[in-house]
């Protein structure tokens, strides 16, 4: 549900979820550390940063999310079917904590020890 160069309006998810939707993920706090979001331009602008910053207080979970269009390479697919993996995000990856501060990250640590922000 975005709009292709214009403001972060939700995820096409089921029937859509809207900000107005964000209120249900209290439902899931406790169960879930971290919700990656790897939808075209789901932190991009003041619209998506509202969206994903409110994910991440009602689950109280960390979201990750970037702020350009997203891709997948064909070649992804035949591990994106097996379940449980989504692939590497394009452009600048933002990191929502519990609390909803944002701070852009890195799917690959600058000192080279195999950690990511994407896992903390």
């Known amino acids: 549900m975005t709009s292709v160069g214009g403001p972060f309006s ?7 979820i809207g900000i107005d ?3 249900h993920f209290t439902i899931i706090q406790g169960l879930v550390e971290r919700i990656y979001i790897d939808a075209c331009q789901a932190a991009a602008g003041s619209s998506g940063q509202l969206f994903c ?3 991440a207080r009602a689950a109280k979970a960390v979201v990750y999310a ?3 269009d997203q891709k ?3 070649s992804d697919y035949q591990f994106l079917f097996q379940g449980g ?3 590497d995000f394009e452009g600048q990856i933002w990191r929502f904590d519990k609390e909803g ?3 852009q990250t890195s799917p690959t640590p ?5 950690h990511s922000d994407l896992l903390d």
Not at 110 to 114: H, R, T, V, Y
């Open 10 to 16: 939700g995820l096409s998810l089921g029937t859509g």
């Open 21 to 23: 939707d964000l209120r």
């Open 53 to 55: 910053k409110t994910m």
């Open 66 to 68: 970037a702020d350009t």
């Open 72 to 74: 997948t390479n064909i």
């Open 85 to 87: 993996v989504i692939d």
């Open 101 to 103: 501060n944002a701070r």
């Open 110 to 114: 600058p000192d080279g020890s195999g």
